[in-house]
């Protein structure tokens, strides 16, 4: 006999959660801020922004920056990352993890802060071609933690909320799940520390991809 699915569609978070990608984020905004004349942010000013949409996560981070700056301090921030886009790869473990799900016919879909360019050039890898069924990002629909983008992902496979999991290693997403009406798994490996994530209930906080693995196994 086969185990009843729990969930149809699963939702992941992508840097941070799929990506390796924090650290080089955390430089990239901090190299932008000084660029324009900022305040370096912290290390940890500086994860906090990730996963929220460009514009908004700069804005929190470098406080003192004049708004009419941030058109300025968004182009340095893609500047930057582009300059180390290429010594960023997905965690081990990720491929073979969602090759699974796939296998047992979940559908499987990405809600990022990320932009749509962003995220589609590192989707058009060969070794991610077809494996995602869906997407969102911040500047298509509304940042985290809005719930917009699980909204429109929910309608798009007519899925339920409670028929949804959202993964991700950050309190935004967390809490789009939460503001979506979805269970949530959280991580501890990405931008957030994982005692953040206790008041928003998550089913899993998982300390590592073959713990999320056996996890999304036994209970997705």
Same mark, same amino acid.
């Given at each position: 006999?086969?185990?009843?699915? /729990? ?22 905004? /901090? ?9 370096? $942010? ?27 700056? @941030? ?5 340095? @921030?893609?500047?930057? @990352?582009?300059?180390? /886009? ?12 969602? +090759?699974?799900?796939?296998?047992? &016919? &979940?559908?499987? +879909? ?27 990002? +911040? ?49 501890? @490996? ?11 209930? $998550? ?15 036994? &209970?997705?």
């Amino acid at each position: 006999m086969t185990r009843p699915r /729990q969930f149809d569609l699963i939702c992941f978070d992508w840097d941070g959660t799929l990506f390796d990608s924090t650290a080089i984020i955390v430089r990239c905004i /901090q190299q932008a801020v000084v660029d324009v004349g900022g305040t370096m $942010p912290s290390a940890d000013a500086a994860s906090y922004v990730i996963g929220m949409a460009l514009t908004p996560a700069l804005a929190r981070a470098a406080p003192d920056v004049p708004p009419e700056r @941030y058109p300025e301090l968004g182009a340095r @921030y893609r500047h930057h @990352y582009l300059a180390q /886009q290429h010594d960023i790869s997905l965690f081990n473990g990720v491929l073979p993890m969602l +090759a699974e799900l796939k296998g047992r &016919h &979940h559908w499987l +879909a990405v809600a990022t802060g990320k932009s749509r360019r962003g995220l589609n050039d590192v989707l058009a890898t060969r070794e991610l071609q077809g494996v995602f069924d869906g997407s969102r990002t +911040a500047d298509e629909t509304a940042g985290k933690p809005d719930p917009l983008m699980l909204h429109e992902l929910m309608r798009e496979f007519g899925t339920e909320p409670e028929r949804t999991l959202m993964i991700g290693d950050t309190t935004h997403d967390l809490e789009m799940a939460r503001n979506a009406g979805c269970a949530s798994v959280g991580v501890s @490996y990405g931008a957030h520390p994982h005692e953040s994530f206790g008041a928003l209930n $998550p089913r899993l906080v998982a300390h590592s991809v073959p713990e999320l693995h056996d996890w999304l196994n036994a &209970h997705a």
